[in-house]
């Protein structure tokens, strides 16, 4: 009777260890499984994360490319405000030159000649110029800058341009000329005053937007350079 109750008592004994063996091996399983799944997701995330930053990195790459070809087309533009304003103002200061040094009729001819160009150059590209204006200061309509060209510089223009007229039709009927360097040399110099300072902000407004200490040195120069004449 003991033996037989020997023998169940350690087949209930193999069984227990049994059953612990295969909890024990199943939890190993699960442990090996739990890990490889934590790989797993350390490698999806580590992916998912590297091509954010890689798309991140491609857009600001292309948001400074665009920006740097825009910052270039109106660098462009500033240049070809600049070349108009200064081809005008040097074409009047040559033809103003020749009536004060009462030149020969053939140079005044040749350099009325230039002068016209640049006039009609000059009218034909205003409305041009406004709209490069516009896409510099990144206005959409019409914009104060834009009133210093109009109702200051062209204000100036048009008073040397009805003079000069005067001048070179009183030359060519062979009449005197009553040239007067004291009303002609300071709008000449109010012109030249005026255009560079209005190159001088463009350009500042299109390299420097966000640094505002040179945007108000370039502002005041620009209200104190083109003033009511």
């Not at 994360?49 to 991140?56: A, K, R, S």
């Amino acid at each position: 009777m003991e033996t037989k109750e020997i023998v169940q008592d350690e087949l209930i004994r193999n069984q227990i260890r049994e059953e612990l063996q295969s909890i024990s091996s199943t939890k190993g399983i699960s442990k090996i499984v739990w890990e490889l799944m934590l790989v797993l997701i350390g490698f999806i995330i580590s992916g998912l994360l590297g091509v954010y930053i890689t798309n991140q990195v491609q857009t600001n790459v292309i948001e400074r490319q665009q920006s740097e070809e825009k910052r270039t087309i109106r660098r462009q533009g500033v240049t070809e405000i600049s070349n108009l304003i200064f081809e005008r103002k040097t074409r009047i200061e040559l033809l103003a030159s020749a009536f004060k040094r009462n030149a020969p009729i053939e140079e005044i001819m040749v350099r009325k000649a230039h002068y016209d160009a640049a006039f009609v150059s000059w009218n034909m590209e205003l409305n041009s110029i406004q709209l490069k204006i516009r896409e510099i200061t990144n206005n959409e309509t019409y914009s104060d800058i834009e009133s210093f060209i109009r109702n200051k510089l062209v204000k100036r223009f048009g008073d040397l341009d009805m003079l000069l007229t005067l001048y070179y039709d009183r030359r060519m009927n062979g009449k005197n000329i009553n040239y007067d360097s004291g009303e002609i040399r300071p709008m000449i110099e109010y012109c030249s005053k005026c255009g560079r300072a209005i190159t001088n902000y463009l350009w500042t407004k299109t390299n420097y937007d966000q640094n505002q200490k040179l945007m108000i040195e370039a502002r005041n120069l620009l209200e104190e350079s083109c003033h009511e004449f």
